[in-house]
């Protein structure tokens, strides 16, 4: 058994899921792992306080350089677990039981990802959009306004993975390392 | 349809006589007189007839009286003043009050006319323009001539409506403050860009898109309305030329009107009988050009891309040359938004002026209704009630809350139709205790440093609030003694609805007969100090006594508004639920079996002794 957690995973005294985390990720504190599969996260990564990360179902493997913010929850659907590629950014309040996340995947504030659904790379998901159970993004889509969608040509994704890595600077200056809490 | 509850406030200006405030300090209105018919007189009557609602419908005669049951007054007997109080209720119904009703918040109050003024009765005025993006403030002039749009660099995504930024096309990883030129506009929201387009548009400059966009998005609809400009102004000019020169401009002007007036037959003759020159103004006459080559090749073009490069309407109606196709769209530039102050129409005071300074949300004048009359709030006492589903014959208790905005106590009388007016299938309303006092809106800051206000002010029942829920104990005041509750600057009143049963007409009529809506009567009187100052004397401040300054005078102040509280919809009836006899005054709880078993005794002895 670990060191104690605090904050709002401090009252349950199930033990962590295996996790294997990279020594450059920034865990903040208050962060729920909970679940027995292993929970992976890539080197860069960022996790905001009062995330949750919930293995029960099966693992879950994070990329590098991602950003996951607070009270977003991250639940692996099946037996084969969650994957985020790298760059991915999950905002505020989202609800994601996906399957796979491609790459510079950008999914904002209060987005509900049903179980086993498939993003490609590159895709932009507009706040409090909903892709249903099983859906499948395609490469560069863009999801915006009433679940519309459009094709993203605007060859952004080399500037915006420039603006992740200075976004995750700025948060590693803010934000406080708690990862050793996590680690046995 | 607005969710239950709702509480509207009837504006006067439905009426055809403005109602006014009556400040009447010769004529001593006790608090514990009970209105009468007398007190009705100042009541503008409604400008239809009562009978002409009653054939509307259908030959039903609602016996509809002010329930002053509760005060001592039996009107039951009184087959006259019921008649003349029907005239008297306002119908929430009626089409024309419609027009009348808004929530509290959307009224505003003119302090010198005394009255309410709701957006109808006001006129707005545009203080200034502004573009909502940039927050540049544009000169009316400036309008005129470049249109309602912003003129600088603030564009909207023409796929979702965000706002464009501007971003390098070829990006550069360095990290050099002066980015290179060309330029795309970028939304950042659906990741559009200025590329997108065929042909694609590239700026040279990130600063004046406006200018730059102009000379590369030039479609043949601009020439056409350009030509079009053209010619119109060349008519203007000439038909000026004619109106300033010639001496009969006046007559020929004034004859446009009477001709007008003995119809369109006659307009030519009686224009060359009075030997005018007729103006000619000639209309660009040329159809709608269709070029068939281009009309097929969009539909060439249509079936080779798929609808999903279409426009929606939406996109399609906002762009000025409606394109057919997503990389036909423009950039549109932010329409300009403006701050408007507003006057009373009768008597043109100011009632709202927003600071003139795009930056700012403060107002310099802001008078709005819910600073000056007490608004009303509705709450279910029992919440098994559902709103959306009232039980037929089952008496359903709210908690009507009266709160003082103003800074002297004030005696407010509740008076409601016994039965809802305007419908076939009237409900029976009781307020139970309607007349009450309510207390000033003291500051927080006046309680802490204990102000120079006259302990006289304050009503008796605040000095010793009663507990929260709980009906007050008998007090010495009987009038008193069936409030729920009573704070601060609130009292609470329990209202009793007994809904009848009525048939779902929703799919055959237009007008929903299982809504209920219980008109109230609310009046207000309260004493104002004559001499105070504007901050401290709230709305009551009479301004036409002559009260020299120094000696402080109160004077009775009474005003009165109609306000219509939505309590839900009627369900369908319920088995078990009975209907009790018909016109038994619901307030009786003997004999009716639905009512009362959740009735303290107390709540209801009380109001016996008030009619004994």
Same mark, same amino acid.
Not at chain 2, 36 to 56: A, E, G, I, V, Y
Not at chain 2, 225 to 233: E, V
Not at chain 2, 314 to 333: C, G, I, N, V, Y
Not at chain 2, 459 to 470: F, I, K
């Given at each position: 058994?670990?060191?104690?957690?605090?904050?709002?995973?401090s009252a349950?005294?199930?033990?962590?899921?295996?996790?294997?985390?990279?020594?450059?990720?920034?865990?903040?504190?208050?962060?729920?792992?909970s679940?027995?599969y292993?929970i992976?996260?890539?080197?860069?990564?960022?996790?905001?306080?009062?995330?949750?990360?919930?293995?029960?179902?099966?693992?879950?493997?994070?990329?590098?350089?991602?950003?996951i913010?607070?009270?977003?929850?991250?639940i692996?659907?099946?037996i084969?677990?969650?994957?985020?590629?790298?760059?991915?950014?999950?905002?505020?309040?989202?609800?994601i039981?996906?399957?796979?996340?491609?790459?510079?995947?950008?999914i904002?504030?209060?987005t509900?990802?049903?179980?086993?659904?498939?993003?490609g790379?590159?895709c932009?998901?507009?706040?409090?959009?909903?892709?249903?159970?099983?859906?499948?993004l395609?490469?560069?889509?863009?999801v915006?306004?009433?679940?519309?969608?459009?094709?993203d040509t605007s060859?952004?994704?080399?500037?915006?993975?420039?603006?992740?890595?200075?976004?995750?600077?700025?948060?590693?200056?803010?934000l406080?390392?708690?990862?050793?809490?996590?680690?046995? | 349809?607005?969710?239950?509850?709702?509480?509207?406030?009837?504006?006067?200006?439905?009426e055809?006589?403005?109602?006014?405030?009556t400040?009447?300090?010769?004529?001593?209105?006790?608090?514990?007189?009970?209105?009468s018919?007398?007190?009705?007189?100042?009541?503008?009557?409604?400008?239809?007839?009562p009978?002409k609602?009653r054939?509307?419908?259908?030959g039903?005669?609602?016996?509809?009286?002010?329930?002053?049951?509760n005060?001592?007054?039996d009107?039951?007997?009184?087959?006259?003043?019921?008649?003349?109080d029907d005239e008297?209720?306002?119908?929430?119904?009626?089409?024309?009050?419609?027009?009348?009703?808004?929530?509290?918040?959307n009224?505003?109050?003119?302090?010198?006319?005394?009255?309410i003024?709701?957006p109808?009765c006001?006129q707005?005025e545009?203080?200034?323009?502004?573009?909502p993006?940039?927050?540049?403030?544009?000169?009316?002039?400036?309008v005129?001539?470049?249109?309602?749009?912003?003129?600088?660099?603030?564009?909207?995504c023409?796929?979702?409506?965000?706002?464009?930024?501007?971003?390098?096309v070829?990006h550069?990883?360095?990290?050099?403050?002066?980015?290179?030129g060309?330029?795309?506009?970028?939304?950042s929201?659906c990741?559009?860009?200025?590329s997108?387009?065929?042909?694609?548009?590239?700026?040279?400059?990130?600063?004046?898109i406006?200018?730059?966009?102009?000379?590369?998005?030039h479609?043949?609809?601009?020439t056409?309305?350009?030509?079009?400009?053209?010619?119109?102004?060349q008519?203007?000019?000439?038909a000026?030329?004619?109106?300033?020169?010639?001496?009969?401009?006046?007559?020929?002007?004034m004859?446009?009107?009477?001709?007008?007036?003995?119809?369109?037959?006659?307009?030519?003759?009686?224009?060359?009988?009075?030997?005018?020159?007729?103006?000619?103004?000639?209309e660009?006459?040329?159809?709608?050009?269709?070029?068939?080559?281009?009309?097929?090749e969009?539909?060439?073009?249509?079936?080779v891309?798929?609808?999903e490069?279409?426009?929606?309407?939406?996109?399609?109606?906002?762009?000025?040359?409606?394109?057919r196709?997503?990389?036909?769209l423009?950039?549109?530039a932010?329409?300009?938004?403006t701050?408007?102050?507003k006057?009373?129409?009768?008597?043109?005071? #100011?009632l *709202?002026k =927003?600071?003139?300074?795009?930056q700012t949300?403060?107002? !310099?004048i %802001?008078?709005?209704? /819910?600073?000056? +009359?007490?608004?009303?709030?509705i709450?279910?006492?029992d919440s098994?009630?559902?709103?959306?589903?009232l039980t037929?014959h089952?008496?359903?208790r709210?908690?009507?809350?009266?709160?003082?905005p103003?800074?002297?106590?004030?005696?407010?009388?509740?008076l409601?139709?016994?039965r809802?007016p305007g419908?076939?299938?009237?409900?029976?309303?009781?307020?139970?205790?309607?007349?009450?006092e309510?207390?000033?809106?003291?500051?927080?800051?006046?309680?802490a440093?204990?102000?120079?206000?006259?302990?006289?002010?304050?009503?008796?029942g605040?000095?010793?609030?009663?507990v929260?829920?709980?009906?007050?104990?008998?007090?010495?005041?009987?009038?008193?003694?069936?409030?729920?509750?009573?704070?601060?600057?609130?009292?609470?009143?329990? #209202?009793? *609805?007994? =809904?009848?049963?009525?048939?779902?007409t929703?799919?055959? !009529?237009? %007008?929903?007969?299982r /809504?209920?809506? +219980?008109?109230?009567?609310?009046?207000?009187?309260?004493?104002?100090?004559?001499?105070?100052d504007?901050?401290?004397?709230?709305?009551?401040?009479?301004?036409?006594?002559?009260?020299?300054g120094?000696?402080?005078?109160?004077?009775?102040?009474?005003?009165?508004?109609w306000?219509?509280?939505?309590?839900g919809?009627?369900?369908?009836?319920?088995?078990?639920?009975?209907?009790?006899?018909?016109n038994?005054?619901?307030?009786t709880?003997?004999?009716?079996p639905v009512?009362?078993?959740r009735t303290?005794a107390?709540?209801?002895?009380?109001?016996?002794q008030?009619?004994?």
């Amino acid at each position: 058994m670990g060191p104690k957690r605090s904050g709002a995973s401090s009252a349950s005294s199930a033990p962590l899921p295996p996790l294997k985390i990279d020594p450059t990720t920034v865990l903040s504190d208050a962060i729920s792992f909970s679940g027995t599969y292993p929970i992976t996260i890539g080197a860069n990564t960022v996790l905001h306080p009062r995330c949750k990360l919930n293995s029960t179902e099966g693992p879950i493997v994070i990329g590098s350089n991602c950003i996951i913010s607070e009270r977003t929850q991250l639940i692996a659907p099946d037996i084969d677990g969650l994957v985020l590629g790298d760059y991915v950014h999950v905002e505020v309040n989202c609800h994601i039981q996906a399957a796979r996340i491609g790459d510079a995947t950008s999914i904002e504030v209060g987005t509900k990802l049903g179980k086993g659904s498939c993003i490609g790379d590159n895709c932009t998901l507009s706040p409090l959009s909903t892709i249903l159970d099983v859906g499948v993004l395609p490469a560069f889509t863009v999801v915006y306004g009433e679940n519309q969608r459009r094709m993203d040509t605007s060859a952004t994704a080399v500037a915006r993975n420039e603006t992740m890595l200075a976004h995750i600077d700025c948060l590693k200056k803010l934000l406080l390392n708690k990862s050793e809490k996590y680690t046995r | 349809m607005s969710s239950f509850p709702y509480i509207h406030i009837s504006c006067p200006c439905h009426e055809d006589r403005p109602q006014t405030f009556t400040i009447d300090s010769a004529r001593p209105i006790s608090p514990s007189k009970s209105p009468s018919k007398h007190d009705f007189n100042f009541l503008p009557t409604d400008p239809h007839t009562p009978t002409k609602r009653r054939t509307l419908l259908g030959g039903f005669t609602p016996s509809v009286s002010f329930d002053g049951g509760n005060l001592g007054l039996d009107l039951d007997d009184d087959e006259e003043l019921t008649d003349e109080d029907d005239e008297n209720n306002f119908d929430p119904r009626d089409p024309r009050s419609a027009f009348s009703l808004f929530p509290i918040e959307n009224l505003l109050y003119c302090e010198d006319c005394h009255q309410i003024r709701c957006p109808r009765c006001v006129q707005e005025e545009i203080v200034c323009w502004y573009c909502p993006s940039c927050l540049f403030e544009v000169p009316s002039s400036t309008v005129k001539s470049d249109g309602n749009r912003c003129t600088r660099n603030c564009y909207l995504c023409p796929v979702c409506t965000a706002l464009l930024a501007v971003i390098p096309v070829n990006h550069s990883s360095g990290h050099s403050d002066h980015p290179t030129g060309p330029f795309n506009l970028f939304c950042s929201h659906c990741h559009w860009t200025t590329s997108d387009l065929i042909p694609p548009i590239q700026l040279e400059k990130p600063t004046s898109i406006s200018a730059q966009l102009s000379k590369l998005t030039h479609s043949p609809q601009d020439t056409e309305f350009i030509r079009l400009k053209q010619h119109y102004a060349q008519q203007l000019g000439n038909a000026q030329e004619d109106f300033t020169n010639s001496p009969a401009a006046l007559t020929r002007l004034m004859g446009l009107y009477t001709g007008l007036g003995s119809g369109s037959g006659g307009h030519g003759g009686s224009r060359k009988g009075r030997g005018v020159k007729k103006l000619e103004m000639k209309e660009v006459d040329r159809p709608r050009e269709v070029n068939e080559e281009q009309e097929l090749e969009i539909v060439e073009r249509m079936a080779v891309e798929g609808l999903e490069a279409t426009t929606t309407a939406k996109q399609r109606l906002t762009q000025p040359h409606e394109p057919r196709f997503l990389s036909d769209l423009t950039p549109t530039a932010v329409l300009l938004r403006t701050k408007r102050s507003k006057r009373c129409r009768a008597c043109r005071h #100011i009632l *709202v002026k =927003p600071e003139s300074k795009v930056q700012t949300t403060r107002f !310099r004048i %802001r008078l709005v209704a /819910l600073n000056y +009359i007490p608004s009303l709030t509705i709450k279910r006492l029992d919440s098994t009630i559902t709103w959306n589903n009232l039980t037929p014959h089952k008496t359903h208790r709210f908690l009507l809350t009266v709160t003082n905005p103003l800074f002297d106590p004030i005696s407010v009388s509740l008076l409601t139709p016994r039965r809802t007016p305007g419908t076939a299938f009237a409900s029976r309303v009781t307020i139970l205790c309607p007349e009450f006092e309510v207390g000033a809106n003291t500051d927080v800051w006046d309680d802490a440093l204990m102000s120079t206000k006259p302990a006289a002010a304050t009503p008796s029942g605040v000095s010793t609030p009663p507990v929260a829920g709980s009906f007050a104990s008998f007090s010495k005041d009987p009038k008193m003694s069936t409030v729920y509750e009573q704070k601060m600057n609130y009292t609470s009143v329990v #209202i009793e *609805v007994v =809904p009848p049963e009525i048939p779902d007409t929703r799919e055959t !009529r237009i %007008r929903d007969e299982r /809504l209920l809506e +219980i008109p109230i009567y609310v009046r207000v009187e309260f004493e104002a100090e004559v001499d105070r100052d504007d901050e401290e004397g709230g709305g009551g401040k009479p301004s036409h006594s002559g009260a020299s300054g120094g000696a402080v005078q109160r004077e009775r102040v009474e005003y009165s508004y109609w306000c219509v509280v939505g309590v839900g919809r009627v369900g369908d009836p319920v088995e078990g639920v009975v209907a009790s006899e018909p016109n038994t005054p619901v307030r009786t709880p003997v004999g009716t079996p639905v009512k009362a078993p959740r009735t303290p005794a107390a709540m209801r002895t009380p109001l016996r002794q008030v009619r004994s």
